[in-house]
């Protein structure tokens, strides 16, 4: 494991745990579209995130959750710069990576990978699974001869559990769940300190999720990794985070460790969540209380003043159409963005 040992395992061993790496101050992406005739129609704007702020430690796992369309995808590639940020600046490591630098940047993209939630789309079906995993590394020049090339593609298929003589092999001839697996080695290639999961096991059977999430923590556990874990199966999350953001309409609703966020859970969202999460007791499944969100989910076009949440809050009242909540720590380690949850009325 030697060749695969990354910088930061040994730089950051005795790092505190409150090392922050990702620092994200006001985010915010929009993204503009045309209504009607594309000369004359009228130029509108996506709010996809709208003024997100969060950090992610050093060796942690943020999980990020929320109904499809909130803009889980839309921050996890904005803070890699795969996407331009409309406002705001994310911090990697004390560097401002919205303002980056061609070579800034480009060190930036050694240190910080992603794993694609379609394990199928992803790999690029021409190439082989070798190439697939080895062009990060001619691409960052981390090999220096074609032996040290093959040597390392090897000891990346093995780490996550695959036999390096498939490395001649296509990706049609692999499962789901090994193409994600050549997914997470081609991320690893670069020895990064940062991964963006974008909902890796969405696409796969329960028995390989469970397969695929236990790999990704030993991975953790070895090379410090942090992770932001994109999902939408709470389940999954709580298993793998040691935090978890509550995503909604482009804000962040609720930020807690798990266990706080599941046994008390304070945002109105964040309630109605879990209530739809089915439990594998019937007896406690038939006698729990759901909470249902009435309406519909508000478009990113054109949404509610005030808390994005307020058309459908069971316990709006008439200053949640007026005030914008910020996030504000109600216990330790938990924060929530509802004005009636930090004392400004009842709860």
Request: hydrophobic share 40%; aromatic share 6%.
């Amino acid at each position: 494991m030697s060749q695969l040992t990354p910088e930061s395992a040994t730089k950051h061993e005795s790092s505190p745990c409150d090392d922050v790496l990702i620092k994200v101050q006001d985010l915010k992406v929009h993204f503009p579209v045309s209504s009607g005739l594309r000369f004359w129609g009228k130029s509108e704007l996506v709010k996809a995130v709208d003024g997100v702020s969060l950090t992610i430690q050093r060796g942690e796992t943020l999980g990020l959750v929320g109904e499809s369309g909130c803009g889980k995808t839309t921050l996890g590639r904005t803070l890699l710069r795969l996407i331009e940020a409309t406002e705001g600046n994310v911090y990697f490591d004390g560097l401002n990576i919205t303002q980056a630098n061609r070579n800034e940047l480009r060190e930036f993209r050694r240190k910080a990978q992603i794993i694609f939630q379609d394990p199928y789309g992803s790999l690029d079906p021409r190439q082989k699974i070798g190439d697939i995993i080895g062009e990060p590394l001619l691409v960052h020049n981390l090999t220096k001869t074609k032996a040290e090339y093959r040597a390392q593609v090897a000891e990346l298929l093995e780490l996550v559990g695959l036999n390096p003589a498939n490395a001649s092999r296509y990706p049609h001839e692999f499962s789901g769940g090994q193409r994600q697996r050549i997914g997470i080695a081609r991320a690893l290639a670069v020895k990064p300190e940062f991964i963006v999961c974008d909902e890796p096991v969405s696409a796969l059977d329960v028995s390989i999720q469970a397969q695929i999430i236990n790999l990704l923590k030993a991975l953790q556990d070895e090379f410090n990794l942090a992770y932001l874990f994109v999902a939408h199966d709470l389940s999954v999350v709580r298993h793998i985070s040691d935090r978890i953001a509550v995503m909604y309409l482009g804000h962040i609703a609720e930020v807690s460790t798990p266990d706080s966020l599941y046994e008390n859970p304070i945002h109105p969202y964040t309630k109605a969540l879990l209530s739809a999460v089915p439990l594998p007791d019937p007896d406690l499944e038939a006698t729990r209380q759901r909470i249902p969100l009435i309406g519909e989910l508000p478009s990113a076009q054109n949404p509610p003043s005030g808390c994005v949440f307020n058309t459908r809050c069971p316990i709006a009242i008439e200053d949640c159409q007026k005030i914008v909540p910020e996030l504000r720590n109600v216990a330790k380690a938990h924060e929530v963005g509802c004005i009636l949850a930090d004392g400004y009325g009842p709860y």
